[in-house]
Nanobody
Framework: QVQLVESGGGLVQAGGSLRLSCAAS????????SGWFRQAPGKEREFVAA????????DYADSVKGRFTISRDNGKNTVYLQMNSLKPEDTAVYYC?????????????????WGQGTQVTVSS
């Protein structure tokens, strides 16, 4: 079992920045690829970013590429999502997820564990 707890969400003006954190406990976190997803009201959960087990490889949705950066510190069992140049359309609940697959994925079905989510609201 892996428990994931997100933090760092909040209200920010357009153009601002936030850094989300996802703290993991339980099994060795370095054995899991990790991802960030988001879900806006009335919409399906969508892929944002993912990172491999060692942190050496990453993937981003086109909508956030160049603005968001995913990273991880396996010594601290934590994954981060640095979000810059935020836009109102980035408003959503952001979820951290962990996958036991060897490689990361953009599909929600590939992830075994999920956090409870953290709200990000970007005002115009």
């Amino acid at each position: 079992q892996v428990q994931l707890v997100e933090s760092g969400g909040g209200l920010v003006q357009a153009g601002g920045s936030l850094r989300l954190s996802c703290a993991a406990s339980g099994r060795t976190f370095s054995r899991y690829a990790s991802g960030w997803f988001r879900q806006a009201p009335g919409k399906e959960r969508e892929f944002v970013a993912a990172i491999g087990r060692s942190g050496g490889s990453t993937d981003y949705a086109d909508s956030v590429k160049g603005r968001f950066t995913i990273s991880r510190d396996n010594g601290k069992n934590t994954v981060y999502l640095q979000m810059n140049s935020l836009k109102p359309e980035d408003t959503a609940v952001y979820y951290c997820a962990a996958s036991s697959l060897f490689y990361y994925s953009r599909s929600t079905t590939s992830y075994d564990y999920w956090g409870q989510g953290t709200q990000v609201t970007v005002s115009s």
